[in-house]
């Protein structure tokens, strides 16, 4: 682990959960894992406060405990954990577009909490999102998005037991067997297998009928679902979440190269590997499938034919990025995603924008020829990239200080001497990515530090702002919200306040964008597996 990535996981530690758990994560980043009593000596924290900081570290992933050789239970910091947080708002909005409203407040809840049983879970949301529905109405909804969820492989089990049990100092002697991870309570795959075969039946039944029967439930059954969760704690699976944002990389990678039909085509394919081993999604190709299955599965905008279908097919499978490759002949042929072809290409994109950025044009030039060549001289470098030979040398060497670039030697004596030396400049993709990475990591680190320092120095302007705010609802609500005494909250703040409220604001809402665009980059340069 990297200085800047645990500089960064501390960050958001003290962004989400206060200055004393950032105190437990940065020691036990820097010592590695600790017993309750070591960690609370090298904190210089109270025994309590120990234990309700790693209660809540716990609760949300960031720390993990295990038992020792000498059976004494200890704690170590999750950073990988602790870097997600930055893909929450990411996650909330990939569910919103999946899943609707519904899936954006299940997913919300589950992240607040970090680890949540469905029974406490339906009882937060029941007073979320009324929509003018029952509480038994809203309890089946949310029961409903939370087996989706589940079956969908976004949500997974987490816990069996109570938290504080694990802060002691000796191992459970009984510990509680977990179930598998994409498994519902009995009670609870009772009651939707129950609703499946009652939606069945109704829909079987004359609409006239139909509304018979819904009108008595509707009366009686009015009060909160009472169902049994079994005590399974539940929590959200980041592998699928990856696995989605993975997809919309690819899509829209080859919706860039090609068209939106072309896009459609590999998005249809890569939907048959949700349910895979992670290994497999990240191994070389996705699952196989066959045109003619692929063409059953098609949706049915934009309308095509088997032989449009198949020139698409021919054309992705031989683009020198080879998006699909064939694997088989049977029914018309079988094709796969070329998930780390592609996953490969995106990282060298990132890369290479970077250069770009950094260097200029002509050194993203002379940056692809060694990619391209592996090892070449100096003068060979100017000669194929067309450039001349003393500017040439300045962008090489440039990029050969920022470690864009390497330089292997070649002697032709065993004394090394220069004259006698080739020196053959290359690129090693992988050191690059380590290097982009860090750098990364270091930026997001100075946008959250920035963010924090501008959000202190303004916090008492802010909550004058949010009392005002609140004051004229609570106006409005009240029914005196008359033009005089709006006027007489808003001259609460002055002018000048008001200039520097939209500045602060502004400010924050740039640095969490560049915040978003950096993770956006990292993800590419981890090639969309889990950090």
Known sequence: MTTAEKRLAVWYTREHFGELCSTLVDTLLTRGALSLHDLASATK??????????????????????????????????????????????????????????????VADVLQHGRVTIGK???????????????????EEN????????????????????????????GAENPVKLPSPFTLPEGIQSFLQDKVESSATQSTQPAAKRRKLDQPAASTDSGPLQLDDGGIYYQLNFSQF?????????????????DPVAAVI???????????????????????????????RLPAVPVLSRDEMSQYLSILADDPVRFLIKTGEQGGGTYAVNIRGITDTLCEQTIESVVRERFGSRSLRVFRLLVAKKHLEQKQVGELAMIPAKESKELLYRLFVENFVSVQEIPRAGDHAPSRTFYLFTVNLDQVRRLLLTQCYEAAANLVSRRYAETEK????????????TLVETLKATGNDSKEALAEVEEIITPGE????????QAVKKLEQAELQLDDTIMALLKYQQT
């Open 45 to 106: 924290l109270a025994r309590n406060e120990t234990k309700k900081c790693l209660c809540t570290l716990i609760q949300h992933g960031a720390v993990a405990h295990r038992t020792n050789t000498r059976g004494t239970v200890v704690y170590a910091a999750k950073a990988s954990e602790i870097l997600e947080r930055a893909r929450f708002p990411r996650c909330i909005a990939a569910a919103k577009s999946a899943f609707g409203d519904r899936g954006e407040l299940v």
């Open 121 to 139: 879970a339906l009882e937060r949301m029941r007073e979320k999102k009324r929509d003018g529905k029952s509480a038994r109405e809203l309890d």
């Open 143 to 170: 029961v409903e998005m939370f087996g989706k969820l589940v079956e969908m492989r976004y949500l997974c089990c987490a816990h069996a037991q109570p938290i504080a049990a694990e802060l002691s100092e000796e």
């Open 242 to 258: 990856h696995r989605h944002f993975l997809n919309q990389a690819i899509a829209a990678a080859v919706q860039q190269k090609f």
């Open 266 to 296: 590999v998005r249809t394919i890569i939907e048959q590997t949700l349910f895979k081993p992670l290994e497999s999604l990240l191994g070389v190709t996705t699952a196989g499938i066959s045109s003619f299955e692929l063409f059953q």
């Open 458 to 469: 303004h916090k008492r302007l802010d909550e004058k702002s949010h009392r005002c705010e």
């Open 498 to 505: 008001r200039q520097q409220l939209e500045k602060f604001r």
